[in-house]
């Protein structure tokens, strides 16, 4: 079975602190994605990477980085925490075949993140 | 971005089918429909996705309209454990990596 494993189920950090949120995969996917998903606004993409080293900003990247060194591991950097980045963050990998559109995404548990 | 419509709630009593639909008609020829599913405090859980044809697996089956601008995700037999929000999307092949986008869902409620 496929596994997305986010470091952390629950999060509570103070405004201006820099925030890890890690993302491990064991499928060897290469494409890796950070969603934030909030009432009302549905899913939406920060960042997406397509290989090691490789990084694509999404929609809503404005206060985001991201890092990742090895193929499985994909993080995400809340540079300065602020309270409008409270949410839950949902990270996902896909295979990267011929045709993108025919594979499926995995998610991991989220993390919901609390910025007080 | 493609949009989708799917109404905000369902009911099912238990053992009994459903047929869960959305709305796509600005889906492109190549973009395959994926459909998720989330439980409360869960990451989305993929659920089936196909192209043209109708598709099964051991969780649902996809069926998908001809002209490509609908498609139903069928449930068998519905369970206490099929009780979530059910998400539709179109798998946009050039748009940011193929990302998901989910709008408001299908939240299904099943009757023992």
């Known amino acids: 079975d496929v596994k997305v494993t986010q470091s952390s189920r629950y999060l509570v950090k103070r405004t201006g602190e820099k925030v890890f949120l890690e993302c491990v995969q064991d499928?060897?996917?290469?494409?890796m994605f950070w969603y934030r998903q909030d009432p009302g606004l549905g899913l939406r993409l920060i960042y997406f990477?397509?290989?090691?080293?490789?990084?694509e900003k999404g929609d809503i990247p404005e206060g985001y980085s991201v890092s990742r060194e090895k193929k499985e591991r994909f993080s995400l950097i809340l540079e300065s925490a602020s309270t409008n980045q409270t949410s839950m963050y949902l990270c996902?990998?896909?295979?990267?075949?011929?045709?993108?559109?025919?594979?499926?995404?995995?998610f991991g548990d989220g993390t919901r993140l609390s910025i007080l | 971005d493609a949009k989708t419509t799917q109404p905000n709630s369902m009911e099912s009593n238990e053992e009994e089918p459903v047929h869960l639909p959305c709305n796509h008609s600005?889906?492109?020829?190549?973009?395959?429909i994926h459909w998720y599913r989330q439980l409360p405090s869960q990451g989305p859980e993929y659920v089936i996705h196909?192209?043209?044809s109708n598709v099964n697996n051991r969780m649902a089956s996809l069926a998908i309209a001809e002209d490509r601008k609908s498609s139903t995700l069928i449930l068998h037999r519905a369970t206490l454990r099929d009780a979530a929000v059910y998400y539709c999307t179109p798998r946009e092949e050039y748009n940011q990596g193929g990302k998901l986008i989910f709008g408001q869902g299908t939240e299904l409620s099943v009757k023992p």
């Open positions: 196909g192209l043209t």
């Open positions: 990477s397509y290989d090691v080293k490789m990084k």
């Open positions: 996902a990998s896909s295979s990267a075949s011929r045709t993108l559109s025919n594979q499926p995404q995995h």
């Open positions: 499928m060897d996917h290469e494409n």
């Open positions: 600005t889906i492109s020829g190549t973009d395959y």
